[in-house]
């Protein structure tokens, strides 16, 4: 079995690889990137993108209700924290990713492709939050249910 010491030096490694990758073809990938959102907004069923809206959106915030309305009940207050602690660590990285290595979002490259002002396109905290969001719900589940 591989070591977390290793995984963690291999994951390093290939995030240096892709960011000494980027500077060289940064603006090749983002006009690729926005040609690929662009056929997916063409190409994808209406019902896909309303379920998918429902998840980037809605679905997001039953989370951090949940684990007020259980912060309410439990007498685990380190246990709470903990989970907490995992629901809002993924949103400050991202934000200093955002800060330091940010990219624009496609609708600013390609005017055809839809898109809001919400925030940078590149790093995306959908896949941070994702995570942490899915392993809080299990963790809940597994020791609750």
């Not at 980027?22 to 056929?39: G, K, M, N, P, V």
Request: glycine share 4%.
């Amino acid at each position: 079995m591989v070591s977390i010491s290793v995984l963690r030096s291999l994951a390093l490694f290939l995030l240096i690889v892709v960011l000494i990758i980027d500077l060289f073809t940064h603006r090749a990938t983002l006009e690729h990137s926005t040609e690929w959102s662009l056929w997916l907004q063409k190409e994808t069923p209406d019902w896909i993108k309303s379920v998918s809206n429902f998840f980037s959106t809605v679905g997001v915030m039953w989370l951090p209700v949940f684990m007020l309305v259980h912060l309410a009940y439990t007498k685990n207050r380190p246990y709470w924290l903990h989970l907490f602690t995992i629901l809002v660590l993924p949103f400050s990285i991202g934000a200093l990713f955002k800060a330091l290595y940010y990219r624009g979002r496609p609708f600013v490259i390609n005017p055809k492709v839809e898109g809001c002002t919400c925030d940078p396109g590149m790093p995306s905290n959908h896949t941070l939050v994702a995570v942490s969001t899915y392993y809080i719900a299990q963790k809940l589940i597994q020791d609750h249910f």
